[in-house]
């Protein structure tokens, strides 16, 4: 089964970056996606297609200086 | 008169930092007790849950820090490449909704000194992409024109290394960079530990102070936030107010003229 890392951790393929997001909990969430180092705006998450080995960054609004 | 800060008028000019306080009511407390208008934000890895943890504690900070009004000012803390530096704000602006960006670029782990290359690379990528560039660096001018020629219209010199709380650890060259940008928002970032120190700065014609270890790991955040914004104000106040030079000797207040003979 081919996995993907989201946020340095493992996670089963799904087909699209949206898609995942769903699944996660974090569809309509304060979130910035970015896919193998190069940043995937909202807009385009539908159509960031995923596939094995692929490194996912889910990253929010945190605290600091 | 209000601080413009790329055609934004801020009143307070004490910046915050969000990190490290005893809790998000603290913090809140913090920003509304000091007046701060304008507070700093990081972009972290969202917690997903995957491993039993709490789920989505960004979503909850940034629920707190959007009710509490103040504008945010979304950093790069933690970036050691240019690279690194520019996708953190592209995808800091998405989410936070804000073209202002304060700019990082960290040349080690342990000083946390600014690699003042990267950084001027960086903020020329940025500006060219239409970002509000607030790059944190050293006192050097040479580098202070470079960020201004590549479109900064503020700079964040450092007092001292990030969280050492030292203060103003070279007077002479601050006192040197404000000279010479004259016209330019200069914000004192990072190394603050005291009002007493927050105020020198501000007495010597900085306009604003960005601070956050010395608030959120005082005993009293709030009272110190408090305190800092205070110390802020009477700084900025001396400094209009045009101080007088230190002269070596004793010169007496009251007149001499009219002294009574009671020898």
């Known amino acids: 089964m081919s996995m993907i890392h989201v946020n340095g951790e493992p996670h089963h393929l799904v087909p699209s970056l949206?898609?995942?997001l769903e699944e996660l909990g974090l569809g309509n969430a304060a979130v910035a996606t970015a896919l193998n180092g190069y940043f995937v705006p909202a807009n385009e998450r539908h159509d960031a297609l995923l596939k094995g080995g692929d490194q996912i960054e889910v990253l929010s609004p945190m605290q600091g200086g | 008169m209000a601080?413009?800060?790329?055609?934004?008028e801020?009143?307070?000019?004490?910046l915050l930092g969000t990190a490290r306080y005893p809790s998000p009511t603290i913090l809140k407390s913090a920003i509304k007790a000091a007046g701060v208008e304008v507070v700093t934000v990081s972009l972290?890895?969202?917690s997903l849950g995957l491993s039993g943890e709490a789920k989505a504690t960004g979503q909850n900070f940034w629920s707190l820090i959007s009710q509490s009004g103040a504008r945010i000012l979304p950093n790069t803390a933690g970036c050691h490449s240019v690279k690194e530096a520019v996708t953190t704000a592209q995808m800091a602006r998405e989410v936070m909704g804000t073209n202002w960006i304060k700019l990082e670029v960290i040349s080690d782990d342990v000083a946390l000194n600014p690699d003042v290359f990267g950084l001027v690379d960086a903020a020329r990528i940025l500006i060219e992409e239409g970002f509000n560039v607030f790059p944190y660096t050293t006192?050097?001018?040479?580098?202070?024109?470079?960020?201004?020629?590549?479109?900064?219209?503020?700079l964040m010199p450092w007092a001292a290394p990030i969280g050492s709380g030292q203060g103003l650890s070279d007077r002479n060259a601050l006192q040197a960079y404000r000279q010479h940008f004259a016209s330019v928002?200069?914000?004192?970032?990072?190394g603050i530990g005291r009002?007493?120190?927050a105020s020198e700065a501000m007495e010597m014609g900085f306009d604003a102070v960005l601070l956050n270890s010395a608030v959120s790991r005082a005993g009293d955040p709030v009272l110190m936030a408090q305190a800092f914004a205070q110390a802020i104000e009477a700084g900025h106040a001396a400094y209009k107010a045009c101080p007088i030079e230190p002269y070596q000797g004793a010169m007496p207040s009251s007149p001499l003229m009219g002294r009574a003979d009671l020898s």
């Open chain 1, 18 to 20: 949206a898609l995942l």
């Open chain 2, 3 to 8: 601080l413009n800060l790329y055609d934004c």
């Open chain 2, 10 to 14: 801020i009143e307070s000019r004490f």
């Open chain 2, 44 to 46: 972290r890895r969202e």
């Open chain 2, 139 to 154: 006192a050097d001018l040479g580098v202070g024109e470079r960020l201004v020629r590549a479109g900064c219209k503020v």
């Open chain 2, 185 to 190: 928002p200069l914000i004192i970032d990072a």
């Open chain 2, 195 to 197: 009002p007493s120190q």
